[in-house]
C-alpha cells in the first residue's frame, strides 16, 4: 500500500520560518504535491516537485529528496492568516494524475 | 481561474436516503475526481473518471458510484447513504496529462450529514 506520513499538528509563532515534513513509502513516484487548507474550504496547490531539490515560492519553498522519499514545505516570513492545514501529496506513475494525500499538518500561527 | 462548483455545500439525510452530489468545472478539464475527507485520515478518493462515460474506483469505492455523462458535469451517487458516510466530499478536476506540475482544483467541498 501507499503511506505518507506528516506531523498532525505543528505550531509557531508569527515573523518566524517552519518547516513541515513528509515522508512517504509508494509503489511508483511521479511528483510531489503540497496544498494549503484553510478551515472549511478547498485545498489550494502551492508547490510542486518531480526532481531533487528546491522550488521557492515567494514565502513557501518545497524541497524533495526522492532517493530519502522525503519532502518539505518551508514557510518563512509567518503570517497569521498560514494558520491552515498543509497537505503532502504524491501522484503515482501510470495512475492517471491521481493523488494520494498524507492526513495533514495543521499549522497554527500564533502572536 | 479554473473553477469546480459543488452544488450543496451542507446536507443532512437519512440514513437509507439516494443522495446526489453534483460536481461542475468549467474549464473542460478531462479528468474529475471525488474525494472524502475525514479527520486524522486525510483525503481519500473514491473514484474518478478520466473521460465522458468513462470511471475508475479509487481507494475506498464501497457504497458509492458516480455517472459522467458530460464533460464538465461529475456525479457522486450514495445508493443508500448510512451513518459512516458522513462526511466532507470535495470534487476535483484537472487536464489529462500526469506530467509536469499538472495539479488538480478542487471544490469548495460538500458536508454531509447522515442521521
Known amino acids: 500500500g501507499q503511506n505518507i506520513d506528516q506531523p498532525t499538528e505543528m505550531t509557531a509563532t508569527e515573523g518566524a520560518i517552519v518547516q513541515i515534513n513528509c515522508t512517504y513509502q509508494t509503489s511508483g513516484f511521479n511528483g510531489l504535491f503540497w496544498y494549503q487548507q484553510h478551515a472549511g474550504e478547498a485545498p489550494t496547490f502551492l508547490s510542486y516537485?518531480?526532481?531533487?531539490g528546491l522550488e521557492e515560492k515567494g514565502r513557501f519553498s518545497s524541497f524533495l529528496s526522492r532517493s530519502k522519499g522525503y519532502s518539505y514545505l518551508l514557510l518563512k516570513e509567518l503570517q497569521m492568516k498560514d494558520s491552515a492545514s498543509y497537505l503532502c501529496a504524491v501522484r503515482l506513475t501510470g495512475g492517471g494524475n491521481k493523488l494520494t494525500f498524507g492526513t495533514g499538518t495543521q499549522l497554527k500561527v500564533e502572536l | 481561474d479554473v473553477k469546480v462548483t459543488q452544488s450543496s455545500r451542507y446536507l443532512v439525510k437519512r440514513t437509507g436516503e439516494k443522495v446526489f452530489l453534483e460536481c461542475v468545472q468549467d474549464?473542460?478539464?478531462?479528468?474529475m475526481f471525488w474525494y472524502r475527507q475525514d479527520p486524522g485520515l486525510g483525503l481519500r478518493l473514491i473514484y474518478f473518471s478520466y473521460d465522458v462515460k468513462m470511471k475508475e474506483k479509487g481507494d475506498i469505492p464501497e457504497g458509492y458510484s458516480v455517472s459522467r455523462e458530460k464533460k464538465e458535469r461529475f456525479s457522486l451517487i450514495l445508493e443508500s447513504a448510512s451513518t459512516n458516510q458522513t462526511s466532507m466530499y470535495l470534487c476535483a478536476s484537472s487536464t489529462l496529462g500526469q506530467g509536469g506540475g499538472n495539479t488538480i482544483y478542487f471544490g469548495e467541498g460538500s458536508w454531509l450529514t447522515v442521521v
Open positions: 516537485n518531480v526532481l531533487d
Open positions: 474549464m473542460d478539464h478531462e479528468n
